[in-house]
């Protein structure tokens, strides 16, 4: 050992190479994909500081330095767009992180096994169902005469296509993304409610607790890391709403609430042929969740000490 | 022991939201199948619940197999499937077993360069430009190359790999056995559930996935399933569908396709689901360990 340590750097990559190059013929094709359709692409969102043209390519086309980015900032889009992304992002933190986690509690509350299994069975199902079905079942059921409106109206409200109201699109939103996956990301915590120490809660009911101060006082500390780790995990995607099912839900009388950074991006870029002004918004975004995934983990880290790294 | 009264309203309270959640999950599902089956006229005019299927018909269902964008849909989406979920296999446990031995001097530098990607992204329209680059528009395996490595299936995969107790690779390696061996008969045997939670996994994403066909796929005939079926869900083009029937009929016709659509397309999967249930289970709790 303390002659590798000590052996000069071509020599010590030579025996290296030596002894592992079956490993490192292996490891190619994953590091052609790496290279090809993750670090490619980093590279190519320098097209955000050019005025990129097809017909002269990523390299060759002029750099134009932080104009697109100016007209971005200065542009009516601009603020509509954060404000959404924001939005959006604070309501399914505040609605959607915490479900799975009550979810999970309460089915660890239990004692009939067997009922147990079926509402996990159950919960988890809508997770495998695709985006697509998913986006087409809102449109149906919100649209007029479809389930949930015609649920609604025995409660008072209006028959109308929910999805053509701005002020709905957020709600319809947030409530169809706990409906798929509160089930799924419960499992999570679950794991993590399996290993509290089983003695913990007999000692406090001995003591004289209900079952909701064991909650607080054992179940809910005994996940906390876990919940922290994930909460950490959402800040550094805090922007990346769920672009795909805004895609399919919204439509341009909805855009004002709906329209995010991504989707955006999407539309700019992919539809309208914006290259580089949409390679920009994505390169802010991209930037801002680093920051942001950062930032929690410092923070985290210095409150809690769990952190990624 | 005795359970004290307000335990009791807790554990019946519990019992209540649990059902409530359970109906409020199930219901609609239930509404999509009723109504597949459902005689399109009297499904028309009916709004709200719906208790068991209207009449009964399978009209919609015979539209649907008979229809050949879907077939082609499903051909396709086949494709992906198969040679999609392979090639996931083979790249991300080639990565998975390089990044899971030690003593390997570049070892550290791979791990960065492989985790840096989950946090950071050249974005949508580069990868777009790079997939037209590399000339994968119109064909198929742009849904697969591109997305060959899960970066979160790959460090589940390494974690597993690197539980596989060291002594047997030791004596593998007296016999002379070199490391596509290790990888191929020792490593990956001992190692199935994982292999088959990532199957799972990898699968899922390609039955469901329809974004990128979306941008890389101009060709109608290349369409999946799911795209396919964005534009009767969500396009609400059922026309297509019902070809020879007049007009009047093309549009009672058309709301039973829609639910025998989602059928035909979620089905397959749910039925599939509570039978590898423990081992999707098992998969996130692996996940859950700290990469």
Known sequence: MRKTATASFPVRFKRDFLLNKYLYLMMIPVLAYYVIFHYAPMYGALIAFKEYTPMKGIVHSPWIGFQNFHDFFGSYYFWRILKNTVVISLYTLCFEFPAPIILAILINELANKKFQRFVQTVTYMPYFISLVVIAGMIKDFTNNGGLVNTLLTYFGANDTAMLQKPELFRTIYVLSEIWQKIGWESIIYLAALMSIDQEQYEAARMDGATRLKSIWHITIPGILPTISIMFILRMGNLLNVGFEKIILLYNPSTYDTADVISSFVYRKGLLEFGWSYSAAVGLFNSVINLALLITANKISKRISENSLW | ?291
Not at chain 2, 48 to 60: M, Q
Not at chain 2, 169 to 183: Q, T
Not at chain 2, 245 to 268: C, H, L, R
Request: aromatic fraction near 14%.
């Open chain 2, 1 to 291: 022991m005795k359970i004290s009264y307000s335990d009791r309203v807790f554990i019946a309270v519990n019992h209540v939201l649990l059902l409530l959640l359970v109906v409020v999950t199930l219901y609609p599902l239930v509404y999509v199948a009723f109504a597949s089956i459902s005689d399109g006229a009297q499904l028309i005019t009916h709004k709200g619940f719906l208790y068991r299927p209207l009449g009964f018909s399978i009209e919609a269902y015979k539209n649907v197999f008979h229809n050949p964008s879907i077939l082609k849909g499903y051909r396709n989406t086949l494709f992906i499937l198969v040679f999609g979920v392979t090639t996931n296999l083979i790249v991300t446990a080639l990565g998975a077993y390089v990044l899971s031995r030690k003593n390997v001097m570049w070892n550290r530098v791979f791990i960065f360069i492989v985790i840096l990607t989950m946090f950071f992204s050249g974005g949508l329209v580069p990868l777009y430009l790079i997939v037209k680059g590399v000339g994968l528009i119109d064909s198929l395996w742009a849904t697969i190359l591109p997305f060959a490595v899960n970066t979160f299936n790959l460090i589940i995969m390494r974690t597993a790999f690197m539980a596989v107790p060291e002594s047997l690779e030791e004596s593998a390696k007296m016999d002379g056995a070199n490391h596509f061996v290790i990888l191929f008969r020792i490593i990956i045997p001992l190692s199935m559930p994982v292999i088959a939670v990532m199957i799972l996994y990898y699968a899922v994403e390609k039955w469901n996935g329809w974004f990128w066909a979306s941008i890389f796929l101009k060709d109608r005939d290349l369409y999946p399933l799911q795209l396919t079926l964005r534009e009767i869900l969500i396009a609400n083009n059922t026309d297509m569908m019902s070809t020879g029937a007049n007009a009047a009929d093309q549009f009672q016709i058309g709301e039973t396709i829609k639910y025998a659509t989602i059928m035909v397309a979620s089905v397959p999967i749910l039925v599939l689901y509570p039978f590898v249930q423990k081992y999707f289970v098992k998969g996130v709790m692996i996940g859950a360990v700290k990469g």
